[in-house]
């Protein structure tokens, strides 16, 4: 089965079970996401991630049944990618219920029925079965469950336990595990989650009845329903208004949602492997064309480098495509170390020709059916892709003779070096050192890394904060450059971020992440929003907040750095309520006291800055 097929089934099983296809939501998160006190997280890592406001009882536009195929990255586990089950991007298929029991006046579900309301474990479970079985025909008798076995803070699912009984699952095959196991969210340190229930796939039966979590290399988890049904909050509001950041897990407590969800994640590469019986998720279509490339380009060819190769490339593909361009912070690193580790391998495979708008246009057409913006950005993929190798390929061919200077184990000064002058992200370098049975002392390399961080973060907010001069028309410029910055994420989107600000007596200079020109009509309407905004003749407040609550506000702004526990946050809007203000940045200041004394904003220009940054310059007059 190709993977396009398995899409089709799923979205096409839930369809007719009541469910609407929701679109894949961007790998970088809206800010709705945040707001919502899941916390800010770097990417989307599971389809649940952008429908938390619903999941916490706002109503969805297209109802309570939900069915989509998420783009998700996950890169806690970067390090093992090409063994044959880690990879970074993935795509999950998931099947939501937002809310149990139905409201009054739409009819409950049953099970295989195609009611509209929500539904809770009967349907979740049944479908589930019945989808693997009878729709991917998988062997029932290599499937083996897991229900959540209770602790303080919720009890024994015996709910889920009896419905697999009853459909048929034996008990044999039936485990109970502990929250470790088998309990699922939030996403970032608080927001909804809840007990699930997990199918795991028998790749090798050779014996009979096994614990899943007991022989782990013989089984594969394909699908997990979650039950959400809990809002994980800080416990102590005293706390809370003190110092988010210092909640430790002991500080957290279980609340009962309002409305109990059901939220089913199924990944599609694993899911494609166990259908085909394919030994690995590399030997599936959405990776072989790609290796075959690989392979074929390789003068030295080995799996290994092979599969870090194609999975970060594809990853750094799907990034791109949403608005992410390679920095030395954040998102931008994430991407600069997918970029560079996989430039790296390709020098291990011996690939000297030019590959990388060889591998994006495979990786283009394998899902350009289903994700349009793949083709749509391919040319500046491939640009940004380049650009950054040849800033690499400069760095490493004088990294590498550095390196091999170095006498001994690797120093955190050695390591940083590497970075600071080499461009050498860390894993690089420890890669290097495992293969010349060479130690990196990390622990004082993240410490000089943060008090670096630190530093650059300061001399920025100086600049940004201070600005170059300082002027009654700077300060309103940077009112104005606020106003401006929300603006464009109206227009343009929620991957709009801010990658430089310049301001003079004159005009504003802002950077942004973007992927192409802008229209005269989004020109237009920017600017009009920001004049609404001046015409209404808002508020700018202050506040200093520790970060964490800052982030739970959603507040925008060059929050790549790492800043200090606590921060400024500017916020403009109607009145002195943070939480409904139209602009919330960190900021250093000085600014305008109200929007009304800005006068008129207009747009002079606006141009590329590379691949996926524009610049605009404005005036107020
Ligand atoms: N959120 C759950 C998961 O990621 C189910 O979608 O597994």
């Not at 550095?402 to 690797?410: A, M, S």
């Amino acid at each position: 089965m190709k993977s396009k097929e398995l899409r089709q089934k799923f979205l096409k099983f839930f369809e007719d079970r009541g469910h609407r296809i929701i679109p894949s939501a961007s790998l970088v998160p809206s800010e709705s996401v945040d707001l919502a006190g899941t916390q800010r997280v770097l990417f989307t890592t599971a389809g649940m991630h952008p429908l938390v406001p619903y999941l916490l009882g706002q109503p969805h536009p297209l109802g309570k049944r939900l069915v989509n195929v998420q783009k998700c990255l996950r890169t806690d586990d970067i390090d093992q990618v090409g063994d044959s089950v880690h990879n970074t991007f993935f795509e999950m298929l998931g099947n939501w219920s937002l809310g149990d029991p139905a409201s009054p006046d739409l009819p409950r579900g049953e099970a295989g029925g195609i009611g509209q309301g929500g539904y809770g474990k009967v349907e979740a479970i049944s479908w589930s079965y019945d989808f693997l079985i009878n729709h991917l025909k998988l062997d029932a008798k290599r499937i083996y469950v897991s229900v959540f076995a209770g602790d303080d803070d919720a009890p024994f699912d015996q709910e889920s336990f009896d419905i697999w009984l009853k459909l048929g699952m034996p008990e044999s095959h039936i485990f109970k595990y502990g929250k470790k196991d088998n309990w699922w969210g939030p996403v970032g340190p608080t927001g909804p989650c809840g007990p699930d229930t997990e199918m795991f796939f028998d790749i090798n039966p050779s014996s009979g009845p096994v614990d899943p979590s007991q022989d782990p290399n013989r089984f594969v988890e394909i699908w997990n329903d979650v039950f959400m049904e809990y809002d994980r909050k800080i416990k102590n509001q005293k706390a809370k208004s003190k110092n988010l950041t210092e909640i430790t897990s002991s500080g957290y407590e279980y609340v009962p949602l309002k409305q109990k969800n059901v939220d089913t994640g199924m990944g599609l590469e694993r899911m494609l492997a166990v259908v085909n019986q394919a030994p690995s998720i590399y030997e599936t279509d959405v990776f072989l064309p790609l290796l075959k490339q690989i392979e074929e380009l390789s003068a030295a060819f080995n799996v290994k480098s092979s599969r870090i190769v194609a999975d970060h490339i594809r990853s750094s593909i799907f990034l791109i495509a949403d608005g992410v361009t390679p920095s030395n912070v954040e998102r931008g690193y994430i991407l600069r170390r997918l970029i560079r580790r996989s430039i790296r391998h390709t020098s291990l495979l011996g690939i000297n020709k030019d590959f990388l708008s060889d591998l994006v246009k495979i990786v283009v057409k394998t899902y350009g059916d289903f994700y349009p913006n793949l083709v749509e950005f391919q040319n500046s993929i491939i640009d940004v892709l380049q650009k950054e190798e040849s800033k690499f390929k400069k760095a490493l061919a004088n990294g590498i003779k550095q390196f091999e200077k170095i006498k001994g184990d690797i120093t955190s000064r050695d390591a940083f070096n590497l970075y600071q002058n080499f461009g050498f992200p860390i894993e690089l370098t420890v890669e290097l050192a495992g293969e010349n049975n060479k130690k990196v002392d990390m622990v004082s390399f993240e410490k000089e890394l943060k008090a670096h961080q630190d530093l650059s973060r300061q001399a920025s907010q100086k600049t940004k904060g201070g600005l170059a001069v300082q002027s009654d028309k700077a300060a309103k410029l940077h009112t104005a450059t606020h106003l401006l910055h929300q603006a464009l994420r109206d227009v343009l989107g929620h991957h709009v971020h801010q990658t430089g600000s310049h301001i003079t007596d004159e005009r504003l200079r802002f950077d942004f992440s973007h992927h192409s020109k802008m229209t005269d009509e989004q020109l237009k309407k920017t600017e009009d929003i920001v004049n609404q905004k001046i015409q209404a003749n808002l508020k700018v407040h202050k506040k200093v907040v520790p970060k964490a609550a800052a982030d739970e506000m959603g507040a925008i702004g060059l929050f790549d750095e790492k800043y200090g526990d606590l921060v400024k946050v500017y916020y403009i809007g109607e009145n002195d309520k943070i939480e409904s203000a139209y602009s919330k940045e960190f900021c250093g200041g000085p600014h305008a006291q109200s929007t009304g004394t800005l006068g008129h904003f207009k747009i002079i220009k606006e141009e590329s800055l590379g691949a996926n940054v524009r610049r605009i310059y404005a005036t107020i007059r």
